[in-house]
């Protein structure tokens, strides 16, 4: 076990569900699969932000902050689980959502949430995507000036709190690992800003996991990455405490299942989405489970992972933002209203 001296609200629904998915294992003809569902933490629809938040609010509840200032995509799943959680515990929630001019800012998904929960919303162009430039320091003194106290989460709340907590699920996976007897050579997980990366490979160093972590980018190259996930991790371990920290030689990092760019959908993510929808009954998202399940499909497909190993798949949510695709692009049929649907 591992001590982490930091303060902690417990608001997501934990353990949650390490569950095989044997007809999703026969339809590749793979390797035995176990889901690990972390789409299913419970408060504000759940994923894997909610476990970075309980760290978050432990910080934001210290009685120094009133407001919380939270960043990211118009469809950011950080943003609508901390609106959620902002409200049971009183806090006050400003979001600052950016995206590229054009980009759909309907509300819609996530964004359709984020209004139902009460946010303050402010939609922002980026460009590129994850520059914000000062709009989000500008934002945080504007409530300063009047009177409120804000604490600004960092991007996809990736700082140490947000780390931590996947240090502390790899205890919660081990644990369940262990009761079933079973040894994954990988575990797959999507890559977004790192910092649930960061925490899984610091937490399987740190518990002797059998496994290797594999990170499926859903924005940035391979090569960026491997230069900034030591760091974050490094910075991490250092105000965690812990021993051991990844370096590039631990970091398995892909980026060949991005395509076009965050959260633009590809084939290969909405074939995953269907397959796993039609095999298990499990939803994944078009931004990140989907591209990451992609990823696992074409690894069996090409014989880089057989059918004797066994794998865990770490679903991290995001299924909201599927009802702010287009259906087509999803690969279901148009029905006109001549066909009869609904006028
Ligand atoms: C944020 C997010 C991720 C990526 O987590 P990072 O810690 O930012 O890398 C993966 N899946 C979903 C659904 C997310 O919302």
Same mark, same amino acid.
């Given at each position: 076990m591992i001590e982490l001296n930091l303060p902690r609200l417990? &608001? +997501?629904? !934990?353990? %949650?569900p390490l569950e095989e998915a044997p007809r999703l294992s026969a339809a590749l003809g793979g390797p035995r699969i176990f889901f690990k569902? =972390? =789409? !299913? %933490? #419970?408060?504000? !629809?759940? #994923?894997?932000k909610a476990r970075k938040l309980e760290f978050l609010m432990g910080r934001a509840t210290? #009685?120094? *902050? =009133?407001t919380l200032v939270v960043c990211g995509g118009f469809q950011s799943n950080l943003a609508r689980i901390a609106a959620a959680m902002g409200n049971r515990l009183g806090l006050k929630v400003v979001l600052v959502l950016g995206g590229e001019p054009g980009e759909s800012r309907s509300p819609v998904g996530n964004l359709l949430l984020d209004h139902l929960y009460g946010a303050t919303v402010h939609l922002v162009d980026t460009v590129p995507r994850w520059d914000f430039g000062t709009t989000v320091e500008d934002v945080a003194a504007d409530l300063r000036r009047k009177g409120s106290r804000p604490l600004v989460l960092p991007l996809g709340g990736s700082g140490p709190e947000g780390i931590a907590a996947y240090v502390k699920a790899t205890e919660e996976l081990l644990a369940q690992l262990r009761v079933l007897g079973a040894r994954p050579s990988h575990l797959y997980v999507a890559v977004g800003s790192g910092g649930t990366y960061a925490g899984l490979s610091l937490g399987a160093l740190d518990g002797g996991a059998p496994y290797r972590v594999m990170g499926i980018s859903v924005s940035r190259t391979r090569e960026y990455l491997l230069q900034q996930l030591p760091l974050i991790s490094s910075h991490a371990a250092e105000a965690l405490r812990l021993p051991r920290c990844p370096t590039e030689a631990d970091l398995d990092i892909e980026d060949a299942y991005v395509g076009s760019g965050y959260g633009v959908l590809t084939p290969g993510c909405r074939d995953a989405i269907q397959l796993v929808a039609s095999t298990e009954g499990v939803l994944l998202d078009p931004v990140y489970s989907g591209k990451t399940m992609h990823a696992l499909i074409d690894h069996v497909r090409t014989g880089r992972? %057989? +059918?004797d190993e066994t794998v865990v798949f &770490?679903? %991290? #949510?995001?299924?909201? +933002? &599927? *009802?702010?695709?287009d259906p087509v692009s999803l690969g279901i049929g148009t029905v006109s209203a001549a066909q009869g649907g609904p006028q």
């Open positions: 417990h &608001l +997501a629904q !934990l353990p %949650t569902r =972390d =789409d !299913l %933490t #419970g408060v504000g !629809l759940g #994923g894997n210290s #009685g120094e *902050f =009133d992972i %057989t +059918a &770490l679903h %991290t #949510g995001g299924w909201p +933002a &599927l *009802f702010a695709y």
